[in-house]
């Protein structure tokens, strides 16, 4: 199973934006939902983004809602996250996999994904 790659990760002011991409020939060939969790420091990974696998809907958790996008694009394997309003509590690694969505809560789809390396995203005050 191929590892993801995530990008677009970086140092950013409260307010600014990011977009992060995340790249696996894999990503799209399963008719999974593409989603994004993160890891804060000393904190467990939480889902907060999915897309299902048409691209026709997207559901997030309540902390990004309205602030990030979740989108992808099958043609070039690839995910996206666009990020915007972004706030100190944002920070952390950033990581892609199939997802799937509950009321409230996303998680991932498969019992034991393939995380790739993440990208660190870190929000100043």
């Known amino acids: 199973q191929e590892q993801p790659v995530e990008s677009g990760g970086g140092l950013v002011q409260a307010g600014g934006s990011l977009r992060l991409s995340c790249t696996s020939s894999?990503?799209?060939?399963?008719?999974?939902?593409l989603g994004w969790f993160r890891q804060a420091a000393g904190k467990e990974r939480e889902g907060i983004a999915c897309?299902?696998?048409?691209?026709?809907?997207?559901f997030y958790v309540d902390s990004v809602k309205g602030r990030f996008t979740d989108s992808r694009d099958d043609a070039k394997n690839t995910v996206n996250l666009q990020m915007i309003s972004l706030k100190p509590e944002d920070t952390a690694m950033y990581y892609c996999?199939?997802?799937?969505?509950?009321?409230?809560?996303?998680?991932?789809?498969?019992?034991?994904?393939?995380w790739g390396q993440g990208t660190q995203v870190t929000v100043s005050s």
């Open positions: 894999e990503l799209s060939s399963d008719g999974f939902a």
């Open positions: 897309v299902t696998w048409s691209g026709n809907t997207a």
């Open positions: 996999a199939p997802c799937s969505s509950l009321p409230g809560l996303i998680i991932p789809a498969q019992r034991s994904p393939r």
